[in-house]
Each structure stands twice: as structure tokens, then as C-alpha cells.
């Protein structure tokens, strides 16, 4: 009898483990294009990096029109909290402390403006 209920035990504590390891958030980051729906254009960095602009996602480089997603943190108003890194400039888009609230490209140690939900 006891060595049955070591063994159901054994089996649940692995079942739960299982699902603990199934259910928790993917913390690697995944790589986007920001592309509008209406005409496909991607955001991407211009000459100057801090500049955002909607252009072809056919132009070079390439990478310009690519924005890693990374988790911040799991939880902020109920939603997940990421950084978006662009991979040819290694920038983080980031809201502009100007009354107009402008999106560019900037450090990602800039903490809350750097942080999207």
C-alpha cells in the first residue's frame, strides 16, 4: 500500500511539474517587423537613428526593419511589459519626453520611456 501511494505521489509531483514547466511565459526574445496593414511599410531607423520612419521593408539593410521583442516584466496593468530593439542599430524605440509624445529610436537604458505594453 505504501509503496502504491509513494508512486501516485511520485506521478503527481511530475504531472505538476510538467504543467508548471508547459504553462509559464517564453522569456526569449522574439524578433517583429512593425509593418503597417494598409501598405506594408516597416518602421525602421533612418539615417539618423533617433529618426522613425514608414519605409519599404525591402530597403537595406535588411535588419533596420527588424525589432527584437524583449520581456521586461511579466505583469504591468495586467499585461506583459517589452523593450523593442532594433537589430541594426541595437536602439530601443522609446517615447520622446516632449509634450508631443513623439516615437523614436534611443539608449535602452532609458528605463520607462523604453517600455511598451
Known amino acids: 500500500m505504501s509503496r ?3 508512486r501516485v505521489l511520485a506521478l503527481a509531483a511530475v504531472a505538476v511539474t510538467a ?3 508547459v504553462a509559464a511565459p517564453a522569456q526569449a526574445a522574439a524578433v517583429r517587423q512593425l509593418k503597417t496593414v494598409q501598405n506594408g511599410t516597416c518602421v525602421r ?3 539618423n537613428p533617433a529618426d522613425l520612419r514608414a519605409q519599404s521593408c525591402s530597403t537595406t ?4 526593419r527588424d525589432w527584437e521583442v524583449i520581456i521586461v ?3 504591468y496593468n495586467g499585461h506583459p511589459v517589452w523593450q523593442l ?3 541594426n ?3 530601443c524605440l522609446a517615447r520622446s519626453g516632449s509634450g508631443l509624445g513623439i516615437p ?5 537604458g532609458l528605463g520607462n520611456n523604453t517600455y511598451w505594453e
Open 4 to 6: 502504491i501511494l509513494a
Open 19 to 21: 504543467a508548471l514547466a
Open 45 to 47: 531607423p533612418t539615417g
Open 61 to 64: 539593410p535588411a535588419t533596420a
Open 73 to 75: 516584466s511579466s505583469s
Open 85 to 87: 530593439r532594433n537589430r
Open 89 to 91: 542599430t541595437g536602439k
Open 104 to 108: 523614436y529610436s534611443e539608449s535602452c
